[in-house]
């Protein structure tokens, strides 16, 4: 059973207009959230996280929206740019008590494709 | 060098070769972890150290063997791999403050692409 999912393969934008990537998530004790770009060749490159106690984190064109009742998290980048087409992976983590050191579950990632 | 480094970044191994495959952080970091890409499926988490101590071994099968000889650096031994073990192998690094409640975000390599004949 998978615990984070990312429904969507893939994602094609035009340059400038926004990308909207989402994940959904079934485990509410999960309490920290990221996000990963990754490009062919490389390891994923950390974009941006959110801890369970907010609903937004924003950095540069990057934003963080988390829904918790919905167990719904989506990556905002405004404006798109062609540089922006990689893989992207969403992930979550838990802190149970020590129990769980740095215990990341992924999606299947979202192939985003930004047009010039 | 800076941040995660693997070598090497290709191997072609037979399935009675052994071979080793070797992490190096330089963040500073205390734990350690293997993850493995396969084709079309999630960052599969294989191993995770913590203070040189395996904290986690996610069912992964023996011809795979960890090494943590000091924070800095991890090592993956294989032998008898199968073709299905091709996959891309990540290593990351993080910060584990997990007994002080304090999520660290962990950090990647490049991977090492593997392909088992």
């Known amino acids: 059973d998978q615990q984070v999912k990312q429904n969507s393969p893939s994602l094609s934008v035009q340059e400038g207009r926004i990308s909207i990537l989402n994940c959904d998530y079934t485990n509410s004790m999960f309490d920290y959230f990221l996000w990963y770009k990754k490009y062919p060749a490389e390891g994923p490159t950390f974009l941006i996280s959110?801890?369970?106690?907010?609903d937004k984190n924003e950095d540069g064109r990057f934003t963080v929206f988390l829904n918790k009742s919905a167990k719904h998290l989506s990556l905002h980048i405004v404006p798109s740019q062609p540089g922006d087409s990689a893989v992207y992976f969403c992930a979550a983590s838990l802190n149970a008590g020590g129990t769980s050191y740095g215990k990341l579950t992924f999606g299947q990632g979202t192939i985003l494709t930004v047009h010039p | 060098e800076t941040g995660v480094t693997q070598t090497p970044r290709h191997l072609v191994m037979g399935m009675t070769n052994k071979k080793s495959l070797k992490c190096e952080q330089h963040?500073?970091?205390?734990?350690m972890y293997w993850y493995k890409q396969s084709a079309k499926k999630p960052l599969e988490l294989m191993f995770v150290?913590?203070?040189?101590?395996?904290?986690e071994n996610n069912s992964v099968p023996s011809r795979f063997s960890p090494e943590c000889p000091n924070s800095s650096h991890l090592f993956l031994h294989l032998h008898t791999l199968q073709p299905e073990d091709s996959a891309l192998y990540l290593c990351?690094?993080?910060?584990?403050?997990?007994?002080?409640?304090?999520?660290?975000?962990?950090?990647f390599g490049p991977g090492t692409r593997l392909l088992v004949l």
């Open positions: 963040l500073g970091h205390n734990a």
């Open positions: 150290y913590s203070l040189e101590e395996r904290v």
């Open positions: 959110i801890s369970s106690i907010k």
């Open positions: 990351a690094s993080s910060q584990d403050r997990s007994r002080g409640g304090v999520q660290e975000t962990q950090y």
